[in-house]
């Protein structure tokens, strides 16, 4: 299928035509498109109801969340544990990987999810190192030659900064982690779904992200990759009645039989939100059936003309890097008073946020050339270089 974007938004996000605000904001929440919300609308009739709702659905609709996230990712579904957010994919890593006493790596500036769950290991003599920024940005060559360090045990970053937009080079990262017996783990929130991915094809270890951004999908859903050789060596974070095979069989759950399911879905602890993981099947379902690489290719051209824009004005300065490899769809720009222009913004409905003294806008497969247009020209009108 050609990805028509213009369609698209006929189709999926009819609001935005008839919508004063022009929705720069996917790096926060992404909005679920209407074939999702339809889900949404027929599951909750259905939840009134609970008979309607036969085991065998709720079991499909996580079946297809696992193996649908997978095809994303480039995974196997054995590899694939739903979760309800990124941080708790994280905190797999931080309490489930063999760790010995020592350091973990990151970049400073990264979002909160990264450094929290491993500042909490020191009881286990384990200790977060911040890799210092280099002009603004994360310092990878830094960060690498640091990985040699005896010391190091694990590395921990996003994928896509929060803030800058900066593209982490996983491939780079994760072959210095595999020439040093590192871990690698990687919070994918900001890219999962807007950049193609082929985990497969690199050394990362864990992989997280929550659906709720770029995956156009409800809060409370995401998942978890475990590099296939690992998930077998992990002791589940916690321990639930859905970590173990006999939950599928709900007529033998007092066997007590302590039996953890071969795959990833022993990560998976408790009922997991059957309703909210349907509708994020229909989010991805979109995603897919546009292709990855499609949806990156609009986003990049859109994030380009902001790029050339912030070109043109002195007054401002980018923080994303520029080059695309580098990029994906956070574009953020550092004007002279970022809180006047965040106010005008905000006065004209563009969807954005001030993030580290920065504009930060996200585009989706559902903006335009118009809409990033009218944003600058708004920019231009009343603050003229
Ligand atoms: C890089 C990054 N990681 C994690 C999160 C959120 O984590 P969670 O899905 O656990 O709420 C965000 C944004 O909210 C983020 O930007």
Redesign the pocket.
């Known amino acids: 299928m050609t990805f028509d974007p213009a369609a698209l938004r006929t189709r999926e996000y009819g609001w935005m035509a008839s919508d004063p605000a022009i929705y720069l904001n996917a790096?926060?929440t992404g909005p679920m498109p209407a074939r999702a919300v339809a889900v949404a609308d027929e599951w909750s009739r259905l939840r009134a109801r609970p008979h309607q709702i036969p085991l065998t659905l709720m079991f499909e609709a996580a079946a297809t969340a696992r193996r649908q996230f997978a095809q994303l990712v480039g995974a196997d579904v054995e590899e694939i544990a739903l979760m309800t957010?990124?941080?708790?994919g994280l905190n797999l890593a931080a309490r489930a990987l063999p760790l010995r006493p020592g350091v973990i790596l990151t970049f400073d500036g990264?979002?909160p999810?990264?450094v929290y769950p491993f500042q909490a290991m020191r009881s286990r003599g384990i200790s977060l190192e911040l890799v210092p920024r280099k002009d603004g940005l994360p310092d990878e060559d830094t960060l690498v030659a640091a990985i040699a360090r005896p010391d190091v045990v694990a590395v921990v970053i996003?994928w896509v900064?929060?803030a800058s937009g900066f593209v982490a080079d996983l491939e780079r990262i994760g072959n210095a982690c595999r020439a040093n017996g590192v871990f690698f783990i990687v919070?994918g929130?900001?890219g999962c779904g807007v950049r193609p991915l082929n985990l497969h094809a690199l050394p990362v270890d864990i992989f997280a992200s929550?659906a709720?951004?770029w995956q156009l999908s409800p809060w409370g859903t995401?998942f978890v990759y475990v590099r296939r050789e690992l998930v077998q060596q992990l002791e589940p974070l916690d321990v639930g009645w859905a970590c173990m095979r006999a939950s599928t069989d709900y007529a033998r759950l007092t066997d007590y039989e302590f039996d953890f399911f071969p795959d990833a879905r022993r990560f998976e602890v408790v009922t997991i939100p059957y309703h909210d993981f349907a509708v994020a099947n229909a989010s991805t379902a979109m995603l897919l059936e546009i292709g990855v690489e499609a949806v990156a290719a609009h986003i990049a051209s859109l994030v380009g003309e902001v790029i050339d824009w912030v070109g043109t004005r002195p007054d401002m300065s980018l923080v994303t890097p520029a080059d695309p490899a580098r990029r994906a769809g956070v574009v953020s720009f550092a004007p002279a008073d970022p809180a006047a222009t965040s106010a005008r913004l905000h006065v004209a409905q563009v969807a954005h946020v001030l993030r580290e003294g920065a504009i930060r806008l996200s585009p989706h497969c559902y903006n335009t050339r118009d809409e990033i247009r009218a944003v600058t020209q708004l920019l231009d009108a009343e603050t003229p270089p």
């Open positions: 790096a926060s957010n990124t941080t708790y990264e979002f999810s990264c996003s900064q929060f919070d929130i900001q929550g709720q951004k995401g």
